[in-house]
Every structure is written in structure tokens, then in C-alpha cells.
């Protein structure tokens, strides 16, 4: 295994860490919600009265702060590797996943390991053993 130096952005890596943590710690002390976006999106697919505007508000959030960040700095290129078919597959599987898991790795991985929530800690368990058990069969396997 190697590093790409070039590309290795420890400090900004750990700038984003830092804000997705206090992002997410401060949306739990302020709004007493968890920020997982499948249940967020999920909410909206199920509106309740008053529940609405945040659940929105969030996922225009996620939508529109890519465009606010390249009025400051170039987006990164995006680059896929796979043809439409198997982008279809990953995100219907991703889709059942998070149903069945009762959550998505942002709800699970970063919000509920830091509540110390055991279902959380199973559930990241299991997301990092099927990363790794996705990239040993495409790579090694299927090559």
C-alpha cells in the first residue's frame, strides 16, 4: 500500500471531521434530533404537521452548500468508474440497507456511536466488515 502525498489532506480531513461532529452535536442539543439523513429524507416522504420545514431546510442544506462552497474554491472532480447499471444496483442496495438497518452510516456511524449507542456500534460494525468484504470480492475476486 502507498500514499498519494500529493492528494493527503490530513488538516483538511480533520477540519471537516471536527465540523461534521460539532454540526451534528450541536443539531442534537438545539433540536433534539438526530442528523441521519435517511431519517430526515424519510420524514419527508412521511410529513407530520410542524415536522416539515426543518427536515427541508436540512436537505437544502445538503443540496445547495456544494454550489456555496465553489463560489470560494474549485469543486473536486468527479469521477465514476462504473457504468449507469451498476450505480442503479449500489444505490437500490444502499436504499434497502439503510431501511433494514434502521438507519444510514451518517445516523449510525457518526451520530449514534457518539450517543454510545450499542445498535449503532453493531450497525457501523457491520457497515466497515461489508466495505471490506465488497472491496476483497471486486478486487480480488472478481478483479
Known sequence: MTIDWTNFTPWSSLAGGVLIGLATAMFLLLNGRIAGISGILGGL????KGDIGWRVAFMAGLIFSPIAFSAAAPLPEVQINTGAASLIMAGLLVGIGTRYGSGCTSGHGVC????????????????ILAGFVTVFITRHLIG
Not at 416522504?45 to 407530520?48: D, E, F, K, M, V
Not at 449514534?112 to 457497515?127: E, I
Open 45 to 48: 416522504l412521511q410529513p407530520t
Open 112 to 127: 449514534g456511536l457518539s450517543r454510545l449507542s450499542p445498535r449503532s456500534m453493531v450497525a457501523t460494525a457491520l457497515f
